[in-house]
């Protein structure tokens, strides 16, 4: 195929609101360095990620002033975001193997950076560090682009990586086993759709608490209990294994009655809050486990291509836009009525 000179594209300018996001069609099209591959995009997710990075939301602190990307410190704009990227492979950098050129492929967007268990530690993110799929073209690293086999449309390939790499992450923090039983906050988003999925694979007794009117969803995914969020202080009789929080927020305190002694409580998001008030008393005195967790590692997401293409884990995808449309699919996302994910279409 013909690889035009320029392309279109999103940029974030800058901090801030939509007005920083400039639609474009005049950018120039990335030539692959060593050790990269051109990737012809065929959708992108939508994540929560695009939106506090646009907004600067990683700064570490809870002084809104302190504005950065997901690494933190100085963010170099303009910037492609878009992290969950799936298509084809259309040129290929010095030192990779020619076996890659034009397969289709899904994107881990982690960049690690060291060795070890502090390559995760020290990651940056496509769509952050470097420039992601909100566009025609993308470079990246040939270690992130994973061969996939798969019937799926590219715009349901494009729900899983992030959402279901942050899942499985999570659950592997947790140890989450057969039998546990694990209360999922938010279970009808992205990553909280992907945790319910994921921890049925494990047969474990899942638990969830969504908005009102999106029981039916869940419960069509597996969840054999669900609470909505107006019940969230009436979780102490629950008796839950393991947390699994993707809201953040004042709900942190109710949640932790919910465990057992020795439960494990484990987070990967905050769009309900960044702080939350704790008694810490419950944690001690009941021996309880808190985990932090983002992203995952090398081998999870090999894993999950692995289950995709075993047809074990399915997409939920709830609708597509086109790239021109990526602040009304960020308005919608913000307006959290969907249910799984919204993706972009090139």
């Not at 993308?138 to 899983?160: C, D, G, W, Y």
């Not at 202080?233 to 008796?239: G, H, P, Y």
């Not at 810490?280 to 999950?304: C, F, N």
Request: charge should be negative; aromatic fraction near 8%.
């Amino acid at each position: 195929m013909t690889i035009p000179e320029t392309m279109k594209a999103y940029l974030l300018t800058g901090f801030g609101g939509f007005e920083n996001l400039s639609y474009r069609e005049d950018i120039a099209v990335p030539s692959p360095e060593p050790n990269e591959v051109l990737i012809k995009v065929e959708a992108c997710g939508v994540n929560n990620t695009d939106i506090w990075t646009r907004l600067g939301a990683y700064g570490g602190s809870v002084d809104e002033s302190n504005q950065s990307g997901w690494r933190g410190g100085v963010f170099n704009f303009p910037r492609i975001q878009g992290a969950d990227i799936v298509g084809g492979v259309v040129a290929l950098g010095n030192g990779v193997n020619d076996e890659l050129f034009g397969k289709r492929v899904i994107i881990n967007p982690t960049l690690y950076e060291g060795e070890g268990h502090l390559a995760l530690f020290n990651a940056g993110l496509i769509g952050s560090e470097r420039d992601g799929g909100f566009a025609e073209y993308v470079t990246v690293p040939v270690t992130t682009a994973i061969p996939i086999n798969s019937p799926l449309s590219s715009a349901e390939l494009a729900t899983f990586m992030v959402s279901y790499l942050t899942a499985e992450h999570m659950l592997n923090r947790a140890d989450v086993k057969a039998a546990d039983h694990i209360l999922i906050t938010g279970a009808s988003g992205g990553v909280g759709s992907a945790l319910l999925q994921l921890a049925k694979r494990r047969d474990a007794r899942v638990s969830c608490v969504i908005g009102k009117g999106k029981e039916d969803f869940v419960l069509r995914l597996g969840a054999e209990t669900v609470h909505t969020r107006g019940e969230i202080t009436n979780l102490k009789d629950e008796s839950v294994d393991v947390i699994a929080d993707v809201v953040g927020g004042d709900q942190a305190s109710f949640l932790l009655d919910s465990l057992q002694f020795g439960g494990r409580f484990v987070i990967a998001g905050a769009i309900a809050g960044a702080v939350a008030k704790i008694d810490w008393r419950k944690v001690y005195l009941k021996h309880l486990t808190i985990l932090g967790s983002t992203m995952g590692t090398p081998q999870e997401a090999k894993d999950l291509v692995t289950y995709i293409e075993a047809e074990g884990i399915r997409p939920v995808l709830h609708a597509t836009y086109a790239l021109k449309e990526l602040v009304k699919a960020q308005q919608a996302f913000l307006e959290k009525r969907f249910l799984g994910k919204l993706a972009i279409i090139p």
